[in-house]
Structure formats: C-alpha cells, structure tokens
C-alpha cells in the first residue's frame, strides 16, 4: 500500500465519520424544530390505576394537589383512558415517584406517566447537520472521483 492509498482510505473513513455525526445532528435539529407543531412534546401525563389496583406509597388528599394536577386527576378518573395531562408545573414531588390519592371517596395510585418535554437545543443544528451531510459524503467519494478524474484525462 503506497502514501496515495493511505490518504484515500483516510479521507474515506473521515467522510463517513462527517457523514455519520451529520446525519445524527440533522435527525435531532430537524425532530426539534417541528416536535412543537406535530404536538409530539407538551405537558406532562398523570397515569391513574384504578381503586381495585394494589397501592403503596405516600398518601394524599386530592386538595394537597395543584390545580393543574386535580385536573388531570379528575380527567384521568373520569376519562376512558386512565391519564390526564397536567396543565402546568407539576407542585407534588410525590406523584412524581408514585403516590396513593384519595379522591371523591376511592383511593388510586397516581403516578407522573411522561413528561413530554420538548427537546431544546439550539436552531443551527439542522443546518450545520446537513453541513457535514454534504461535506462528508464528498469526502468519502473524493478518492473514487479522483481515481475517476485519472482515469479520464489519462487515456
């Protein structure tokens, strides 16, 4: 193997380690620039088993919940299914672990399902991701297009 194909195999490798990296930062900018809009991130899940499921845990009153999170109890118990999403900042540290609720006179194991949240990351993450895209698959086809280009003004 002669120093020409050392640096062909070189660029190569290098091409498709841009190629990968780009392809890995155009995935998340572009999932993180539309996540909002699909509605695919948002407010957290309360999950609610039902009153006959096995509980354990720390023990509260519905009304040592926020607003928000009554609400979601309330749409979890009463919805068709068993999760209610929390309109706001979850305030109970408890349901974030699981806790047991007593509510309209039933006990149910009331534990923070998803908390959906948005990746953030920055904006120019799309773009330089399709930046190294390109440069890294004109890396990795560089020494076939030289090898190529030889080829033809040789003959």
């Not at 720390?58 to 979601?72: G, M, V």
């Amino acid at each position: 193997m002669d120093r020409t194909d050392t640096i062909a195999f070189t660029v190569r490798f290098l091409g498709a380690v841009l190629l990968a990296i780009g392809i890995g930062a155009a995935v998340v900018g572009g999932y993180a620039l539309f996540q909002e809009d699909l509605g695919l991130c948002g407010n957290p899940l309360l999950e609610v088993s039902s009153p006959s499921a096995p509980a354990s845990g720390p023990t509260l009153a519905a009304n040592d919940l926020s607003e928000p999170e009554r609400a979601a109890l309330d749409e979890a118990v009463n919805g068709p299914t068993s999760d209610g999403e929390i309109d706001g900042p979850i305030r109970t540290d408890a349901l974030r672990e699981g806790a047991v609720v007593s509510y309209q006179g039933d006990r149910y194991y009331a534990a923070i399902g998803s908390l959906n949240e948005c990746v953030s990351i920055d904006p120019l993450v799309f773009p330089l991701g399709m930046a190294l895209v390109a440069l890294g698959a004109a890396a990795y086809v560089s020494p076939t297009l030289r090898r190529w280009f030889e080829s033809v003004m040789g003959s």
